[in-house]
């Protein structure tokens, strides 16, 4: 099938984490024999400030780590959805996406678009700020991919969508994988982003204070950190380590013995069941994982075999202190976390879940354009001509959910 996604980039993962599952997706589509174009803003947010901190040479490392893996921009002033949209079997919109683009692409698909029309959303603010769901325009899609029950829910009972499915985000373990070929030589490591405030206190008690506590070596990856997050983790004796490529996170996992997951006050509040991509990722990497409360209400994994959950500053230090003097307790840990991943949350998984939801609709059997009649159905853009046959793909600042 010919696949076409809206995303808000596919080049940089600077503060962006629906990069990670979109970047695994394609590469399973693709492996599988399906054709995907994908569209990113010219002028995006993140694409802007990963070129701003470390130059256009982050956009050429990205051609040459992910081969055949391309996105076209576009702006609102040259879009061309005729062209975009031409001869595509699924059409999915990112909810990173400004709403004239979301509105644009479903007023198209009313008028006889002959695609399914998908709304993916992988943020916190159906729940935290419905205001600005409100503004997305989603009558001519044909429904709603939620990274959550939660999230799935509250589309439901707002009636913002005709049909929502749960499609929870997954490792890439093409990239996430062990590498027992790199020796540890540090303590701990965490990548995530300082989270705009909605989980310093969180930090402080479940990252900070343990290392210091137990004079761990210690290394911190992320972005928009304030000097006052970094006086913080001086303070703590934790390296700082600015933004790291994802495609590099697996061998920074492998070079630590421990990591720890600490979500933002909204997805542990408001949000049960979601936990960040990072968790899938740790746990495919073979990491020993502890992680600060949080409801995994839809029973993702194993708490206690998969992960240790730490109910406060307390028990995250008590359990890493023992996770460290036991290495074959965190070896069955980790072992045990990467064989849930492999069984369950992979990109694969979620591509076989989307080519089930595709086939319900009637795209199962699709084959180039202008096969058979397919059923209308509905919920900006670029100057780009671009044939299939290329595998050629082509968002206001918000932080990830990372």
Known sequence: ?????????????????????????????????????????????????????????????????????????????NTDLDAMLEGADVVVVHEWNEPWLVAAIGRYRSRGGRFLLMFHDTHHRAATAPDELDAFDLDGYDGVLAFGDVVSEIYRKRGWAREVRTWHEAADTALFRPHPEIAPIADLIWVGNWGDGERSAELDAFLLEPVRRLH????????????EALA???????????????????????????????????????????????????????IPLVSAPWDDCEGLFRAGQDFLFAADGDAMAGKLRALLAEPAAAAALAASG?????????????????????????????????????????????????????????AGQRSAAQ
Request: net charge positive; hydrophobic share 40%.
């Open 1 to 77: 099938m010919r696949f076409v996604y809206f995303t808000h980039s596919l080049v940089s993962d600077w503060n962006h984490g629906n990069a990670h599952f979109l970047r695994g997706v394609v590469r399973e589509l693709q492996a599988r024999g399906h054709q995907t174009r994908l569209f990113e803003p010219e002028n995006g947010w993140s694409r802007a400030n990963l070129v701003a901190a470390h130059g256009e040479a982050a956009v050429t490392r990205f051609a040459r780590r992910f081969p055949g893996m391309h996105s076209a921009t576009y702006t609102r002033e």
């Open 216 to 227: 761990l070596s210690a290394r911190v990856h992320g972005v928009r950190y304030p000097a």
């Open 232 to 286: 913080a983790l001086a303070r703590a004796g934790i390296v700082y380590g600015d933004w790291l490529a994802n495609d590099r996170v697996p061998e920074a996992f492998a070079a630590h013995r421990l990591t720890v997951h600490v979500p933002r006050g909204p997805y542990a509040r408001t949000l049960p069941g979601i936990p960040t991509i990072r968790v899938f990722e740790a746990l495919a990497c073979g």
């Open 338 to 394: 990467l064989e849930t991943i492999r069984t369950r949350h992979t990109c694969a998984h979620r591509v076989d879940e989307l080519l089930a939801i595709c086939a319900a609709r009637g795209r199962a059997d699709v084959g180039g354009a202008g096969d058979g009649a397919r059923e209308p159905v509905r919920a900006h853009p670029s100057d780009v001509q671009l044939a299939f046959g290329d595998d050629d793909g082509g």
